[in-house]
């Protein structure tokens, strides 16, 4: 198994600002991933990051809005700009172990844009 | 486009009343089946990946099966801490820009009353 750390576990922002959200990961992973899940929805797959490239993003999220980064195997952030109440969710991280192929999440970070 | 679709919604047992969740999915081709378990402000639990049909995985009071259009989750004796939401999730064999985009459904919220 995996332990995949993110931070923060919450935060109250304010229109207009940005929030960076942190994952480290404790083990080898192939793949790192962030997903939304807001209120009464299912996850949904905002992007890919990819090490050291620009991450591959899914229809109706984009690098302006949601930049990310992966500058190791193990480490990514997700940035959610601009925020508005709409963007308030809980943010994943996700990992899927070289071993075993299994996908490991965070305990998410949950925003609330006021 | 992939689809998921677990029933029911919500479901409510009495300690050591066995029952089924269901998992429909509708996918051009199935890589692999997963079932979460998600606990009130954390982050799914990974649980099973089936991959073909007639496949069985078990844990505990839980057993996973898959056939080419759905998937149960038995739950045998269920104790109040099997209480959550369990999220089903399929990878299609034509992910597009991600080759491990899972698809989740909404889950199924199981209370267990002692």
């Known amino acids: 198994s995996a332990v995949i750390s993110q931070k923060p576990s919450r935060d109250i922002c304010q229109r207009g600002t940005s929030l960076t959200i942190q994952c480290q990961v404790d083990s080898q992973v192939t793949m790192m991933f962030w997903y939304r899940q807001q209120p009464g929805q299912s996850l949904t797959l905002i992007a890919t990051a990819n090490q050291g490239s620009e991450a591959t993003y899914e229809s109706g999220f984009v690098i302006d809005k949601f930049p990310i980064s992966r500058p190791n195997l193990t480490f990514s952030t997700l940035t959610v700009s601009n925020m508005s109440p709409e963007d308030s969710s809980i943010y994943l991280c996700?990992?899927?172990?070289?071993?075993?192929?299994?996908?490991?999440f965070g305990e998410g970070s949950r925003l609330t844009v006021l | 486009e992939d689809q998921v679709t677990q029933s029911p919604e919500a479901l409510r047992l009495q300690e050591g009343e066995s029952s089924s969740l269901n998992c429909s999915y509708t996918v051009s081709g199935l890589r692999g089946l997963f079932w979460y378990r998600q606990d009130p402000g954390k982050g799914p639990e990974f649980l099973f990946t089936?991959?073909?049909a007639g496949e069985e995985k078990e844990k505990e009071r839980l057993k996973a099966t898959l056939t080419k259009k759905e998937s149960f989750l038995h739950i045998t004796a269920p104790k109040p801490e099997d209480s959550a939401t369990y999220l089903c999730?399929?990878?299609?064999?034509?992910?597009?820009?991600?080759?491990?985009?899972?698809?989740f459904g909404k889950g199924t919220l199981l209370t267990v009353n002692p």
């Open positions: 089936l991959y073909s």
């Open positions: 996700s990992a899927r172990l070289w071993n075993t192929g299994e996908l490991f």
């Open positions: 999730a399929v990878q299609a064999s034509n992910s597009g820009g991600s080759n491990y985009k899972l698809t």
